[in-house]
């Protein structure tokens, strides 16, 4: 059952210009409806990713820049309790 899905000229033009290109380099024609199951399929085999491009400013640090962040703290061999932190934060 085909549901229609209502989008904006631009972004109209931008899927037509797609099924154009893809008839151009492969010599397969195909639908806008095949274009879009192509991109959800696509968005859903790396769902964090798309849903990151979603967010307002900056995503997700990435694991590289989780590796340098964790390389450098260090321990100040002080241990610090929930009732610590609300006492800075709160008091």
Do not use: C, H, P
Not at 5 to 18: G, I, P
Not at 47 to 57: I, L, N, P
């Amino acid at each position: 059952m085909a549901t229609a899905v209502k989008m904006d000229e631009e972004t109209k033009s931008l899927l037509e210009e797609l099924q154009a290109e893809i008839k151009l380099k492969t010599g397969t024609k195909v639908t806008q409806q095949e274009i879009l199951a192509r991109v959800v399929e696509s968005a859903a085999e790396s769902r964090t990713a798309f849903v990151d491009s979603f967010r307002d400013g900056r995503t997700a640090l990435d694991e590289s820049e989780l590796d340098a962040f964790n390389r450098g703290m260090v321990s100040s061999g002080v241990e610090t309790d929930e009732d610590d932190i609300d006492s800075v934060l709160y008091e």
